[in-house]
């Protein structure tokens, strides 16, 4: 799994020009989900995004998580995080998972995400055309692959 993680001060998300779901501060967290992702990939970045230290302390320093701020979380699916680029200017997706596979790692992510961080948690559609609007605050934007725990 492959994730980019957004502290916002808000994010919106849209289907179809219907607005679908909202945050106030907290994290947006594009989830990408490849063949070769387990219960245990959901398990351990679930627990590191959680725990992740991004939102300031009373001293400036970012030294809380985003339950500890009592914020908000926004997970939207995005296999084009798993694009290879090594041929070509045309992006390959054949490491992302297909739907059968990824959808049930997807709500499966979305539920231990809650559970494990206590704070309230929206979702997208899997697979349905979104936009999503958001002020990055910071800018802080982190990558994270359960693959290559770095």
């Not at 849209?14 to 907290?26: L, R, T």
């Amino acid at each position: 799994m492959r994730v980019v993680i957004q502290k916002v001060e808000k994010a919106e998300l849209s289907i179809d020009g219907s607005h679908h779901a909202s945050i106030g501060p907290g994290l947006l967290v594009l989830l990408g989900i490849e063949d070769a992702d387990t219960e245990e990939d959901i398990a351990w970045l679930t627990g590191k995004i959680t725990r992740l230290r991004v939102f300031d302390d009373n001293n400036g320093v970012m030294n809380r998580s985003v339950h500890d701020v009592g914020g908000e979380l926004m997970v939207v699916s995005q296999f084009t995080l798993h694009a290879s680029t090594k041929k070509g200017n045309r992006p390959s997706y054949i490491r992302a998972a297909k739907p059968d596979h990824a959808i049930p790692l997807y709500e499966a992510f979305i539920k231990q995400l809650g559970t494990e961080s206590g704070c309230r948690v929206v979702s997208g559609v899997f697979g349905a055309y979104m936009q999503v609007m958001l002020v990055n605050d910071g800018p802080v934007t982190i990558i994270i692959d359960s693959k290559n725990k770095e």
